[in-house]
C-alpha cells in the first residue's frame, strides 16, 4: 500500500520521465494574481504562461501545489472536519502544457498513470466530457472505455474558465466508482451528489478565449491544465473511502490524541480531524510568511487557529497543544517541502503563542455564549448582536460560533450579525471624524471600510501583482487618472514599505496595462498603504491589475541604513552604558540619523569604539532573524522597544549579531529590537559605516548621522583626496613641510588601501571563510556564488583568486555592482579546467544581468551587464549549467 509521499513521487517521476519539467510549489501567497487570496489550484503559477505574457525555457511541466481553500470564494472551513474529503489544505498533483501536446496525450498520459501505474481497475472508473467535445468522446472509446462509461455533461461543471474573460476551454473527468454498497450516482444523474462516484482527476483543454461581448474564438497556443488531488488519490490507492483514513492523516490524528490525552477514534474523532488539517494549513501559511493579524489573509489563518484551538479545548487540553504536532508535521512532509523544517521554530513559537492568547479568552467567551444560548428556545438560531458580541469583545470569528452552535443543532442569525457589524463600523467612522485629524484622513477610513486594509508582501518581495482599490485625486476617489495627473494609490496588497518607525517609504513603479504611475513615497493610514504618485504614461482605472516594482536600489539603501541603526544602538549602550535609549531616527536612502538619550558630547576616544563595534558585527556578517511575539515576551529576550512607537498584541523581533564575550551581553545575540521596518538579510549586507559627526539635538539628547555602503566608501575616498588637497597647499606655502606631505600621501595610500581591503573583507565575510556564500555541491563540483553591492570590476580578480585558495576544488561565480556598473567574473580552479570552462560558465551567467558575450582563460573569464536586479537569475543560470 503506498503513502501519500510515495504518490507523490509516483506522480512526479511518471511525467518527468516523459519529459516534464518537474516545478516546486509556488508559495500559497499568489505573486502572479491579487484577485486570489491563496493559491488554490496547481496553475495559478502558470497562469501568464498560458496567456502569453510569460515563457519559459521548459512547455511541459509538473507539480504538487500547494493550496488552501478557507477564505473568499473559495471557503472549505465550515465543512472540514464532518466530510470525508474537505481540507483547509491539500496538495494539487498536475500536468501541464503551454502550446505543446493536447487532448490525445493528455487523455492518455492520464490514463496509463492512474490504469498502470497505479494499477486502478479500469472497470472502476468511468469518464465525462463536455456535451459537444466528440474529439474527446472518440479518444476515450479508443482507449478502451465502453461508451456507456463515458458521460457527456452540457453544465458548466465541464467547461473551465479563468474569469468572465480569457482563456477557456472544455474538461474530461476521470471518476472512481467505490460500489453500489455507498450511496449515489454518476455524474450528470439526480444521485450525483452522493459519495459512490468520486472524481479523482480533471484534465482542462485550454482551447479558446472568451471576449467580454460573448465571443469565443479558438486560441493560437493550446494547452493542457490538470488537477488531482494527493488526499483523494490516495485514499483510493489505500483502500479508504475517507481522506483522513490515509497514513498522513492517522500519523497526525494518533499524534493530536497523544498530546491531548484522548481517544483518537471514536467520538472524539471529528476533534482530531480538524486539528490534523488546520495544523497543515497553519503551518504552511506560517511557513511563506502569513502571520496572524485581524486583517486580510492574516485573520483567515488566525480564524483557522483557532477552530483548531477550540476542538483542542473540547478534547479537555489544559495548555497549548498545537506547537507540539508541529514536529510530526515536519517528519511527514518536509522532505517534499524543505521550507516547513527551515520555519519550525517560528511556526511553534506562534502557534504556541496565539493558543495561550486564546485560551485566556476562549472560556469567557464560551460562558457568555452558554448563557445566551440558555435564554432560548429549543434550536432557536442565536441572535445577531450575541454573536456580534462575541467577535467585538473576545474575538470569535462568526464561524467559529456557528462550528460550537452547530453540535446543539443551532444556527446563527447571520443578518442580525451583519446590521451589528455596520452600526459599529457607523460608531467608528464617527469617532474618526471626530478625532482631530486632517480633514482629508477620513477618506482613508472610507476607502478602509470598503476595500480593507493593504496586505503588505514586502518582507518577502519586492515585485508582486496587486488590484488597485482605490485612485484618490484632489482628496476625492477618482475612476481614472491620465498622464501628468498626480494621485494616491491604494492596493489590495503591495510589497511597497509605508513610512513608519523612522523608516521611510519606498518609491518605484505602478505598471498597469495602458499606463504607469511613478511612485515616490508610500505612507499609511487608518490601515491601508497610500502610493503617492504621478501618471507619467497612458490612462490608470480603479479596480485594474498592476504589476509593482520596488525600486530595488534604493529600497537595499534604506535596509543597509535601518539594519546598521540596530547596530548603532546596541554600541552606544556598550559604549556609554544602559541609559542610552533611542529618542527617534530616520533610515533614509542616503543616510542614517539617530537621537538618543545622553547628556554630553562623545569623545573622539568613544566614536571611534562606536564605530569599531559596529563595523566588527557588519564584519560577521551573520543572518538577520525576525520572530513574532508578545512585546512582554520581546522584553523578557533584552529587547529594546522604538521611541514614540505604539505595540499592539503581537510585535516583530528583529536579532543580528553574535555577541562577543566580556561584552555584557546576556545571551548570544548582540542587538534585540521590536521593529516592523525592512531589514539586510546578512550584516555584511550593509557594507561598511562610517559616522559622520555628534551634536545636539535637544536637552540630554545627542544625534549620530551616519553613512553606510557605498555611500560610506565614497566619503572616505573623498577624505582622502581632501587630505590630499591639504597636502597640496602645504607644499605650495613651504618646502619645509615635505615631510609632513610625504606622511599624508601615505596616509592617503593607506586610507585607500583601507578602502580596497574592506571592500574585500565585506565580499569575503572575513577571514577563515569561503565569503560567507553558500558552497554548494552541483553536478559533483563545489560551486560558490556571490553577488556583491559596493565592489568594483577590477577587484573581483583577486577575489575569485582569494575564493580558490578558500574552496580547494571548485567553481566560482562573483556579480558585482558599482556606481550603476555591473560586472561579472568566473573562476575554475586548476584541477577542474579540463572538465568546465570559466567561459563557458560566464556566458551562461551574463544574459540574465543585460550582458552579452564575456570572455578569457579556462580557469578565469570577465564580462558585464547592466542589470544588478538579475544577479539572482544569473546564479541560477550558472547553476543549471553546471547541472547539466
Known sequence: MPTLNEIRSTFLNYFAKHGHE?????????????????????????????????????????TSQKCVRAGGKHNDLDNVGYTARHHTFFEMLGNF??????????ITFAWDLITKEFGIDKDRLLTTVYHTDDEAFQIWKKLGVPEDRIIRIATADNFWQMGPTGPCGPCTEIFYDHGDHIWGGPPGSPEEDGDRFIEIWNVVFMQNEQFADGSMVPLDMQSIDTGMGLERIGALLQGSHD?????????LIEASADVANSDPYGDQNVHHRVI?????????????GVMPSNDGRGYVLRRIMRRAMRHAHLLGAKDPVMHRLVPALVQQMGTAYPELGQAQAMIEETLKLEETRFKQTLERGLRLLDDEVSSLADKAPLPGAAAFKLYDTFGFPLDLTQDALREQGREVDT??????????????RAAWAGSGDSADSAIWFDIA???GATDFLGYETETAEGQIAALVKDGAEVKEAGQGDTVQVVLNQTPFYAESGGQVGDSGEIRVDGGVIRVS???????????????????????????????HSRRSAIRANHSATHLLHEALRDALGDHVAQRGSLNADDRLRFDFSHNKALSDAEIAQVSADVNNYIRQNTAVETRIMTPDDARGLGAQALFGEKYGDEVRVVSMGRAETGKGHDGDTYSIELCGGTHVRQTGDIGTFVILGDSASS????????????????????????????AGVLKAQSGEVMDRLKALMDERKALQNEVSNLKQQIALGGSGSEGGAETKEIGGKKFLAQALQGVSGKDLRGLIDAHKTNIGSGVILLIAEDDGKVAVAAGVTDDLVGDVSAVDVLRAAVPAVGGKGGGGRPDMAQGGGKDFSGAEAAIAAAEAFLAS
Open 22 to 62: 518537474v516545478v516546486d510549489s509556488s508559495p500559497l501567497v499568489p505573486r502572479n494574481d491579487p484577485t486570489l487570496m491563496f493559491t488554490n489550484a496547481g496553475m495559478v503559477q502558470f497562469k501568464n504562461l498560458f496567456t502569453g505574457l510569460e515563457t519559459r525555457d521548459y512547455n511541459r511541466a509538473t
Open 97 to 106: 502544457s503551454f502550446g505543446d501536446y493536447f487532448k490525445e496525450e493528455a
Open 243 to 251: 481522506n483522513y483514513d490515509t497514513d498522513l492523516f492517522k500519523s
Open 276 to 288: 490534523a488539517d488546520h495544523l497543515r494549513s497553519t503551518s504552511f501559511l506560517l511557513a511563506d
Open 415 to 428: 443578518d442580525g450579525f451583519e446590521v451589528a457589524m455596520a452600526e459599529q463600523k457607523a460608531k467608528a
Open 449 to 451: 471600510d470598503k476595500h
Open 521 to 551: 513615497d508610500t505612507k499609511k493610514s487608518a490601515g491601508v498603504f497610500i502610493h503617492m504618485g504621478k501618471v507619467v504614461e497612458g490612462l490608470v482605472t480603479a479596480g485594474a491589475p498592476a504589476q509593482l516594482t520596488v525600486m
Open 699 to 726: 536637552a540630554g539628547v545627542r544625534r549620530i548621522e551616519a553613512l553606510t555602503g557605498a555611500a560610506a566608501f565614497e566619503h572616505l575616498e573623498r577624505e582622502a583626496g581632501r587630505m590630499a588637497e591639504v
